[in-house]
């Protein structure tokens, strides 16, 4: 039921509207969308149909209809990455590839894990999608994939990535063992904060003022530059912060897994917010 808030909050942020509202909620349940009773993921294609990541397959919404698009594995989507050009990448359990529309404007998925792309998967799950010097990141908990538009290579790596994130032709990488934040420079990553400085994982980055807010799971929100800045901007620590949508480069939306929604505005490395009580 997390698809009620999150589409409501997607249609807010892109509308032109120059007076403040509150969009109507729309709680939509399985009855409705008939599909699983867990979403992962949810992005907006260009045409305005909103397409969420199901545990039963791919989930389209145009408004009115729902209809569900199921992988060949006929398992669910963890992960959703939407292009430019219009294709819908995805990230399933031991599977990862993208949909395109044919002439019939019908949703054809073709796989990119398969041994025909010299992919070989052991319990991979994948959980985020990134797009970095147009190439697309494919990212488990164990390993990463990139596919550069027609052969798909491994991530060279050590360490197994938490969180792979893009931002501003740059991408960053939160490993899980030893906790480093990182960011890929000419093909070597490059440790930007040791756990021992921020003591946490960072789980989102945001652009703020010609620098990063970086969002980590318990301890708040901090500034990051070129000379580390742990000024805590944002402090919920009794809460995980779990989804994260910037509007501008000084509003961000912060919604928790305890199902609390933040609207924090950034001014003067100051964040002023407001706080709202789940509402599904």
Not at 11 to 21: R, S
Not at 40 to 58: C, D, E
């Amino acid at each position: 039921m997390l698809i009620c808030c999150v589409i409501a909050l997607l249609f807010c942020i892109t509308g032109n509207a120059k007076v403040p509202y509150i969009p109507k909620i729309i709680n939509y349940s399985v009855s409705d969308y008939k599909a699983g009773n867990q979403n992962w993921a949810v992005s907006q294609g260009p045409g305005g149909k909103m397409y969420i990541g199901n545990n039963r397959g791919l989930l389209v919404f145009d408004g009115i209809h729902w209809d569900l698009v199921k992988l060949p594995n006929n398992l669910g989507v963890r992960a959703l990455y939407i292009s430019k050009d219009g294709r819908i990448y995805v990230g399933s359990f031991e599977e990862f590839g993208y949909f395109e529309m044919d002439d019939e404007n019908d949703l054809i998925y073709h796989s990119l894990s398969s041994s025909e792309m010299n992919v070989y998967l052991n319990n991979d799950e994948f959980w985020t999608i990134n797009e970095y010097k147009g190439e697309i990141y494919f990212q488990s908990f164990r390993s990463f994939f990139i596919y550069d538009g027609e052969k798909v290579r491994k991530g060279v790596s050590d360490l197994s990535p938490l969180y792979i994130f893009t931002l501003d032709d740059h991408l960053y990488v939160q490993f899980m063992e030893g906790g480093s934040f990182c960011r890929m420079d000419d093909g070597q990553f490059t440790e930007l904060l040791s756990k021992k400085v921020l003591e946490d994982d960072v789980v989102s980055v945001l652009p703020f003022d010609h620098q990063l807010l970086l969002v980590s799971a318990r301890s708040g929100c901090f500034i990051y530059d070129e000379v580390p800045d742990r000024q805590r901007l944002f402090d919920e620590a009794d809460r995980i912060a779990g989804r994260f949508i910037s509007e501008q480069s000084s509003r961000c939306f912060i919604c928790t897994i305890a199902g609390i929604l933040f609207n924090c505005e950034l001014c003067r490395r100051r964040c002023r917010y407001r706080r709202y009580q789940r509402f599904w």
